[in-house]
């Protein structure tokens, strides 16, 4: 039986050449969204070109890889867990220094597509931008995720979640929520919708059981899931030995309670035997 709602697995689109960077759109309007879900994966020392997004911010997490940022004339040092907000209209880029691929999974906040984000294309940066001095950040927002601390959720509405984060909020001025979940084995977020809202989330890594709607679907590492607003939604780890990872954005609400949150009750047992998709 076909989804209802989509749910995009990166690996059937991903190429398997190391040195090649690669970037793609899982989720956009193409799915009823208003937000663009990006997955972009950067070689190895390859120089890209500076651009800017003059209609959108672009919110981003940088989940592997190491190297520079360019904001501007600003260089700052990239490690995987940085949450980064880029305001639109600023000039950006991204170096991987490290010897591996690198993994970047981000959003265009209210844009249906590359396109509707205004992008615009500079010069290309050279070895010479990559020797300026490196510093903090100044403009737009950057968090270290190991730097944040996880929220106390009541598990009386639904939160049964092991480690739930929000690097970026309204708490540090942005107008869109970028969390980052971990569920042991046997944690659950029950049933819930966020009647003011869409939801856009990646799986990292782990095996679980989502509900999305009539959906009921299991979801591994390179799945994106998008689940419109006032869609009831839930997500249940399968596994009995390993952690389920997540990182999402509610998008244009700056907080949990800004999403118009409402629990809907328990996974029960007959949700966990059904499979739709």
Known sequence: MPLIHPLIDVKEFVENNPS????????????????TA?????????????????NCDEISILLKGSGVYG???QRIPALAGDCRVVPKGSDHFFVNE????????????????????????????TTGDLAAPRGEQDGGILIKLDDVQPESMDKGDGWLITDFRLPISARNGCSSTLFRARFMPGA???KHRHENCDEIYYIISGHGLAGAGPDRVEVRGGHFHFIPKGVEH???????TEPIEVVGIYCEAGSV????????????????EARTG
């Open 188 to 190: 659950v977020h029950k």
């Open 20 to 35: 090649k960077s690669q970037f793609l759109t899982p989720i956009s309007g193409e799915h009823g969204s208003s937000t």
């Open 71 to 73: 904001l501007g004339d």
């Open 98 to 125: 490290s010897n591996e691929p690198s993994l970047m999974v981000g959003f265009f906040v209210g844009a249906k597509d590359v396109a509707a984000t205004g992008i615009a294309y500079g010069t290309a940066v």
């Open 234 to 240: 839930w997500l249940h780890n399968l596994s009995a």
């Open 38 to 54: 990006f997955y972009s994966i950067a070689a190895p020392g390859e120089l890209p070109r500076r651009h800017r997004h003059k």
């Open 257 to 272: 309670a800004d999403t118009g949150y409402i629990y809907m009750g328990d996974v029960t047992a007959a949700d966990l």
